[in-house]
């Protein structure tokens, strides 16, 4: 059996709902609905695998949350650090699941209590993003990105999001929220900087695509670079609680950027 497929099936055997993306990327596969379709069903798993044998492996975080911890050196963002830190004010994080990524950064992974739905929150803390809600996903082994694999470092079972990290990630998504009350009064507000407060805090749910498309218009007009135009948009999902899945912000993105520009984001 294909090693992707040996391991797509094995994940959907332990009940993760899994998906496949395009070969060499994060993108799901053409034709498929991404983390909407992700499934731990073995039947539509296999049929996926057998006919695409060389696609990574999405699994729909459902359930859990990761921690993803990187270095950007362009920003001396430290996530290391920053988990240094949080450990030292709060508790240390118990064992956990742990994923070496193909860029040589760490995903933790960690249950959920039960009913608690967590946002995703890109930014966190510095060089710490939070992967979650339903509709997100992250990559297992053996996918592979530019060449490069994600690993496990470690197989233990998830250990369940301690408490106070609970509380602590609500309290900051909550503080990030409710800052929208303080903007600047509004005679003195401008598109800009309603710009700005969308990419900083995320769309609002409800309005998720009409915002995307109302941004992308903006950086467009503003005479932003369509390829930094469409990473800044992606950004901002990324900070939003309910982020769009990843095609769906690619087909409102690039049906603005051909209206206004005829171009696209790739």
């Not at 859990?64 to 240094?84: K, M, P, Q, R, T």
């Not at 930014?123 to 496990?152: M, Q």
């Not at 995320?202 to 932003?224: C, H, M, P, S």
């Not at 769009?244 to 049906?255: A, P, V």
């Amino acid at each position: 059996m294909p090693v992707l497929l040996n391991d797509a099936m094995s994940y959907a055997k332990r009940g993760l709902q899994v998906f496949p993306l395009t070969p060499n990327s994060k993108i799901p596969l053409k034709g498929t609905q991404g983390s909407k379709e992700a499934t731990s069903t073995p039947e539509q798993v296999k049929t996926w695998w057998t006919n695409n044998p060389d696609c990574n492996i999405g699994v729909a975080t459902r359930g859990f949350i990761v921690l993803d911890i990187d270095i950007n050196h362009v920003d001396d963002a430290d996530g290391y650090h920053s988990l240094e830190v949080l450990e030292d004010t709060y508790n240390k994080l118990p064992e956990t699941l742990t994923v070496k990524t193909a860029s040589g950064g760490r995903h933790l992974y960690f249950k959920l209590p039960e009913g608690v739905e967590l946002p995703q929150k890109i930014a966190f803390l510095n060089g710490v993003d939070i992967k979650a809600n339903p509709n997100n996903y992250v990559l297992l082994p053996p996918s592979r990105i530019n060449g490069d694999a994600y690993t496990f470092e470690n197989k233990r079972p998830m250990a369940d999001l301690p408490e106070w990290l609970t509380g602590f990630i609500l309290k900051r998504n909550k503080i990030k929220r409710t800052s929208r009350a303080f903007s600047a009064n509004k005679r003195y507000r401008s598109h800009v900087t309603e710009l700005i407060e969308t990419l900083t805090l995320g769309f609002e749910t409800g309005r998720r695509n009409d915002t995307a498309a109302k941004i992308t218009g903006q950086l467009l007009a503003y005479g932003v670079d369509v390829r930094l135009a469409w990473q800044l948009v992606q950004y901002a999902n990324g900070n939003s609680s309910e982020p769009l899945l990843q095609n769906e912000l690619e087909r409102t993105f690039e049906s603005i950027a051909r209206r206004e520009l005829g171009a696209t984001c790739n």
